[in-house]
């Protein structure tokens, strides 16, 4: 009889059971009911959900509802404003309630895919949108029924919230407790009752519905390690044991390990790692978080049946990365920069000959001697303790002095010897101009001026820079300007031009040239004629000269009348000053318009036959195209005998 008075009272708590979230591990939500954000579509919960009335704005009537991420201003002020929903993210949504009239049952939910015989928490954010000096202190409290339900109507769960204040502040709080499923049971019915009326008061906002598997308070923890995390050095090659425990044990209970290097955004499995404890080996740099997750054997490989634990991390800072060296090279009467390590943030403790010692980021050994040769040690320890010893040999060979020759001028297209000394290898920078970067005196010919750096180094290796400069007079740009084209008696203005380095410049032949003194000068030649403008740079330098070719178009003089009997007068028809038309051409006609004569200017003269033979005594007819744009010349000449 005691055990069945036992057996009674679990079920009168397991369906009526008062407010209490679950005090053991969580695992994830299996549902997670947050009425979505600004990245989902907006809109009314599915059909049959709820028995309200959808209203499209943020301020529903009685018997409405909404899903809003905002609230302000509504009914004159009565209710309060919130801009997000119970987390604060900026555009989560929650469902807006404006009560009906009568008590109901305003959200019908079927939550799938739990597991059977597991106990799982259920719970809700609400809060009451009502101020309290709405309808003159009297505002109707919302009071809320969770019920958790088979889908055949067996009460699993029966939750009452109990008056929920009206404070007047957006102030969320989470109303739920824990119920377990029976064997075989996948799915259940979440119906939520408004037990008060509707009218002024009673309107509320609901977030955030979710059932998360519930169960023993797993722990884990570091063992012999008082703190749930610890930090240690990647070389540092010491292994932990990570203990799992649990308020009930693990009996009948599958437990598997997992480990996450994201901050906990994902978890991965641990191959082998089923049991109570878990034996850490080294590994690389990095943030380390474990945890352990459990479930009924039975329901162990579905997720939605696991809880979880409490996490512990173990932090692996890296050593400080060394820079690769075993030999140092080092020159007399140099100085010396030690480069050993790229964080000038480390601690440094450096040592050596001749009692050397700094604390400070890659010193300088000024003017080493051969004395300064030997071993070198620093440790270098990062701000988490994590230390690094490095060594290297010094050894100080004789340095070497660069010398360059002295600068100089040289003009455009010249070039000049270069000189180094004090080593026995020789590499000039840039390379530009030079017929050989490599040897101690190339010959440089370069195009602007430019300084070169000459290393010279020894046979040790030690080096050392000079410079020199090659400063180039540049040629100045001459331009005669374009050729020109005048009739005989005519004369034209040269357009000359200079620019750049300029000494001084002069055309020449002055043959009827006026203004000579000046880079646009007038001429008048009487004969087709080149001009020649030369310019002096500068320095020495030599000159540079442009051509302007002036054409003179001469007078022609057409005679009308030859003889070409072989007497040797007047034998040939010659056109005078044609030949200064080079593109000209001569035709010249019979009376009935027969071609018996055609000629360029480059040989104007005709012999008064035709295919070889003597053309009869007559008069003949020519045109002449000069080829300048110009009216054909036309006429005619006598043949005599």
Known sequence: MKNAVLIFAFLISAQFAFGQLCTGSLGDPIVN??????????????????????ASFDCPQDGSYTITNVTSTCFNGTWITMTTDHTGDAGGRFMLVNASLTPNDFYVQTVDGLCGNTTYEFAAWV?????????????????????????????????????????????????????KTPVGVSSVVLRITNNAPGGCGNDLALDDITFRPCGP?????????????????????????????????????AIQWQVSKDSGITWTDITGAQSASYTRQPTTSGMYQYRIVSADATNFSSVQCRIISSIVTINVYPAPILV?????????????????????????????????????????LPQVTYADSGLYRVIITTAQGCNAIDTFNVKVFQGVTAKASASTIICDGTGVALAASGGSIYS??????????????????????????????????????????????????????PDKAIFEGQSVMLDGSVSGNMSSFSWSPLTAMINFNTLTPTVSPTDSITYTLSVLPGGACPVVSDNVFVRVYKNIFIPNVFSPNGDGIYDTWVIKGLETYPDAILHVYT??????????????????????????????????????NLAPLSGWVVVLR
């Not at 009451?128 to 109507?153: H, M, W, Y």
């Not at 012999?607 to 080829?627: C, E, M, R, S």
């Open 217 to 253: 308070l797993l722990s884990t923890s570091i063992r012999n390690q008082p703190a749930t995390s610890v930090n240690i050095c990647q070389n540092n090659p010491v292994s932990f044991i990570l203990d799992a425990g649990s308020t009930a044990g693990f009996t009948g209970s």
């Open 324 to 364: 690769p060296k075993t030999f140092v090279l080092g020159c007399t009467s140099t100085d010396l920069q030690f480069i050993t390590a790229n964080d000038s943030s480390f601690i440094y403790q450096w040592s050596g000959p001749n009692n050397f010692s700094s604390t400070i980021y890659n010193p300088l």
């Open 33 to 54: 009911i947050t009425f979505g954000n600004n990245k989902t579509a907006a809109g009314p919960l599915a059909p049959g959900v709820t028995n309200m009335t959808y």
């Open 428 to 481: 000039w920078s840039p390379t530009t101009g030079l017929s050989n970067a490599q040897i101690a005196n190339p010959i440089a010919t370069p195009k602007d001026t430019t300084q070169y750096t000459v290393t010279v180094a020894n046979q040790f290796g030690c080096k050392d820079t000079a410079q020199t400069t090659v400063y180039v007079i540049q040629n100045p740009r001459v331009n005669a300007g």
């Open 127 to 179: 809060l009451s949108v009502l101020r309290p000096t709405a309808c003159n202190f009297q505002g109707t409290k919302p009071n809320l029924t969770f019920r958790i339900e088979t889908t055949d109507g067996t009460v699993l769960l029966k939750y009452d919230s109990g008056d929920i204040p009206n404070t007047g502040l957006a102030l969320w709080k989470q109303y739920g407790t824990f119920f």
């Open 591 to 628: 009376r009935t318009g027969q071609l018996i004569f055609q000629s360029k200017a480059n040989n104007p003269v005709w012999d008064g036959t035709y295919n070889h033979k003597p053309v009869p005594v007559a008069t003949y007819y020519y045109v002449i195209d000069l080829k300048l």
